[in-house]
């Protein structure tokens, strides 16, 4: 069952035999002990003291006080769930092995378990669903050639395109160093001074910056990425996935009449909505260019501020997911769940896009220090395939990556006492070919203010309206050098958004908040008027 009747624990190893006077609900220490009592400590008469050779309370009290390990530095609150990748075996109405070998898709009907984990970015492991911020979509594929980590978020652009620039943006969303409170002139002070970002304000400051849950959103790759074919000939591709839920977003005072009830709406939605049978389902479709620089574009295909034109570029489906079965343990499968962009299978392969070559360093990094050096040997991490490595060793080593028949003497290769060997290639090797010098440079087709100004006006009306509102509030109490930074940055994307941008702080600053935000909620000027009161 799902809801507090699991009964076989995930991966629990014990082989199960009882000791007599025991039966299977009988509470034992992690050595096998049978616990008699629970309640009392072992003391000297029963006012105390109380002894130090008290093993069953030293075991007990000290796993409680290690049973938090660090959460994760970005995306650490977050839900998961289990589900199954169906591949159409195409890829649209072609046949996808002309771009890719990669054999989770390559026939119809082809099953390929997988883990979810929806997350929000910017805050600790408990803090409110309801927040404006990217939502992560991270999905690890369990296929029969090894996992691939499709680590995605809802919004199909970043606010950056060099990974050397990631520490900076998250600092700047974080709690202050001082006060420990978001701010929103720290935000404006990084954004406007890193005109690539405008084009994820443009969405992240309208309602698609709150989805309404994680059912009900889209996912992306973000990232551009490479399909690798048997000849080894390489295609950029980008991925998309589309709820067949539907998308549904939040405004501002939306948000707020939830947060005020319920800061865990959307982990209790997934949890709900699985356990009631009701699974969430996505389409996965691709976007695919040839592998070149593509001139005749006014972006460069590699940068993640940009979107593929639809128009140009269509979405094709490939498969479709089903997420179907809740975890029986949040901290071992959601929280130590490991997903990273450098996890592929073949006939998937990196693009040279700044971002992910740096993302890629920085997954596996953190994981190793987060959760540990053997992290890959935990159950939802470790591929459901045959696993045999020359790794051995450190800090939680669960057993050891051997191939049955193997000599468990030999960790090491090559060698000729039936060691591991390599295994033979899957299709011709992609190469791609470099020449150029090694420098430290933007990209030239940086166009940071065409999709962006395309975006302000694609939104519905409602939609600029709960953008203008939130940037004026979250600007409000910001230098006159950021608003003035950033009313012109939104200016050159598009007229009115600056026009409207500017007007909304000059009424700010005229204590006359109410002619500009119109459609502010009641809830937030219940709010602001309570740290009136409090100052
Ligand atoms: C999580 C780094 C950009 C999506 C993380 C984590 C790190 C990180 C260190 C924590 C991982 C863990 O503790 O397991 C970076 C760096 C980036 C970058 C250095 C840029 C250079 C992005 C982008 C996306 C993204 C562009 C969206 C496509 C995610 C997601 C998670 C995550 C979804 C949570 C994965 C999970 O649920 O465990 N990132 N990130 N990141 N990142 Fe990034």
Redesign the pocket.
């Known amino acids: 069952g799902e809801n507090g009747t699991a009964v076989t624990g995930a991966g629990s190893s014990q082989d199960g035999r009882l000791a007599a006077g025991e039966n299977a609900n009988t509470l034992t220490t992690r050595q096998g002990h049978p616990v008699y009592d629970n309640q009392n400590l072992r003391t000297v008469g029963n006012r105390g003291p109380a002894t130090l050779e008290n093993y069953q309370f030293l075991e007990k009290i000290s796993h409680f006080d290690r049973e938090r390990v660090?959460?994760?530095?970005?995306?650490a609150r977050?839900a998961?769930a289990h589900g199954i990748f169906e591949a159409y075996g195409k890829v649209g109405d072609e046949a996808i092995d002309k771009y890719t070998r990669a054999k989770l898709f390559n026939t119809p009907g082809k099953e390929t378990p997988v883990f979810v984990?929806?997350?929000t970015?910017g805050h600790g492991g408990h803090s409110p669903e309801t927040l404006r911020d990217?939502?992560?979509?991270?999905v690890k594929f369990y296929t029969e050639d090894g996992n691939w980590d499709l680590?995605?978020?809802n919004l199909k652009v970043?606010f950056?395109r060099?990974?050397?620039?990631?520490?900076d943006?998250?600092h700047s969303q974080k709690p202050d160093p001082v006060t420990n409170r978001q701010s929103g002139e720290r935000i404006f002070d990084f954004i406007c001074n890193t005109p690539e970002a405008m084009h994820m304000v443009s969405f992240l400051f309208s309602p698609w910056g709150i989805p309404a849950n994680y059912r009900q959103m889209q996912g992306?790759?973000?990232?551009t990425y490479k399909w690798v074919n048997k000849e080894g000939v390489g295609v950029l591709v980008k991925y998309h996935w589309e709820p067949l839920q539907g998308i549904k977003n939040l405004t501002q005072p939306e948000a707020e009449a939830i947060q005020a009830k319920n800061f865990n709406h959307a982990t209790q939605d997934l949890y709900e909505a699985i356990k009631a049978g009701n699974f969430p389902q996505w389409e996965l479709r691709v976007q695919i260019m040839s592998d070149d620089e593509h001139p005749e574009l006014d972006f460069d295909p590699l940068d993640?501020t940009k979107i593929w034109p639809e128009d140009q570029f269509p979405h094709l489906p490939v498969g479709k997911m089903t997420l179907n079965k809740n975890p029986e343990n949040y901290f071992a499968e959601?929280e130590q769940?490991?997903?990273?962009?450098g996890v592929l299978v073949d006939g998937l392969d990196f693009s040279d896009d700044k971002?992910?070559q740096?993302?890629t360093?920085?997954?596996s990094?953190?994981?190793r220090y987060?959760?540990g050096t053997n992290y890959l040997q935990l159950p939802i991490n470790a591929p459901k395939k045959h696993v045999a490595t020359n790794q051995r060793d450190g800090q939680m080593a669960y057993h050891v990556d051997s191939a049955p028949g193997q000599n468990l003497h030999v960790n090491y290769e090559p060698s000729s006492l039936q060691g591991l060997k390599e295994s033979p290639r899957a299709g011709a090797e992609h190469m791609p070919a470099y020449e150029g010098r090694l420098v430290r440079q933007a990209i030239d087709r940086t166009n940071n203010f065409k999709q962006a100004g395309e975006r302000y006006r694609l939104h519905e009306e409602w939609e600029r309206n709960d953008l203008i509102n939130n940037m004026t509030g979250a600007l409000a109490d910001a230098a006159q050098v950021i608003q003035d930074k950033m009313i012109d940055l939104c200016s050159q994307c598009d007229a009115d958004w600056g026009r409207r941008l500017a007007e909304g702080l000059q009424n700010a600053r005229n204590g006359n908040a109410g002619a500009t935000q119109a459609n502010e909620s009641k809830a937030s000027a219940a709010v602001h008027e309570a740290e009136a009161i409090a100052h």
Do not use: C, W
């Not at 660090?70 to 995306?75: A, K, T």
């Not at 990217?134 to 991270?138: D, E, L, M, S």
């Open positions: 660090p959460e994760r530095v970005v995306h977050g998961g984990r929806f997350s970015v990217p939502r992560g979509f991270a680590v995605g978020n970043f950056i060099d990974a050397l620039k990631f520490p943006l998250i992306s790759g973000v990232n993640d959601v769940a490991a997903f990273g962009t971002m992910l740096g993302r360093f920085s997954y990094d953190t994981q987060r959760v």
